[in-house]
């Protein structure tokens, strides 16, 4: 055998073992972002959960999933910023995606408080 053909199979020979090395034989695709749920209960003016932060990421779709006694408002103070009537029902949905980083705080008008801070990341 020649040496440039043992040098060529050498090179062949590591460069499949590094390839080798470096997998986890784990599948490389990115997992599908499932929707975020937010469940949200007010009752005789007291809001659950309040001031918690809930991490999400960039472009999932969050859903808050509201039961209320009362009507209000919830505010996402996002860029662009979602506004949503809340109505005295149970089972309402309302739900968007952020596209920027950071935190975004969701609060709900009347009752003046904060439900939670979305840590949105990348």
Same mark, same amino acid.
């Given at each position: 055998?020649?040496?440039?053909?043992?040098?060529?199979?050498?090179?062949?020979?590591?460069?499949?073992?590094?390839?080798?090395?470096?997998?986890?034989?784990?599948?490389? *695709?990115?997992?599908?972002?499932?929707?975020?749920?937010?469940?949200?209960?007010?009752?005789?003016?007291?809001?659950?959960?309040?001031?918690?932060?809930?991490?999400?990421?960039?472009?999932?779709?969050? *859903?808050?999933? *509201?039961?209320?006694?009362?009507?209000?408002?919830?505010?996402?103070?996002?860029?662009?910023?979602?506004?949503?009537?809340?109505?005295?029902?149970?089972?309402?949905?309302?739900?968007?995606?952020?596209?920027?980083?950071?935190?975004?705080?969701?609060?709900?008008?009347?009752?003046?408080?904060?439900?939670?801070?979305?840590? *949105?990341?990348?």
């Amino acid at each position: 055998m020649s040496p440039r053909r043992l040098r060529l199979g050498l090179v062949t020979v590591c460069a499949g073992a590094l390839l080798m090395s470096c997998s986890s034989g784990e599948p490389t *695709v990115e997992p599908v972002a499932t929707a975020r749920t937010i469940d949200i209960r007010i009752a005789d003016g007291e809001v659950s959960p309040v001031n918690t932060r809930t991490e999400v990421a960039v472009g999932q779709r969050i *859903v808050l999933r *509201v039961d209320s006694d009362a009507t209000d408002e919830l505010h996402v103070h996002s860029a662009p910023a979602h506004t949503f009537p809340v109505t005295a029902a149970a089972g309402q949905e309302f739900d968007f995606t952020v596209a920027v980083p950071g935190q975004v705080d969701i609060e709900l008008h009347r009752l003046g408080r904060t439900v939670t801070t979305l840590l *949105v990341r990348r």
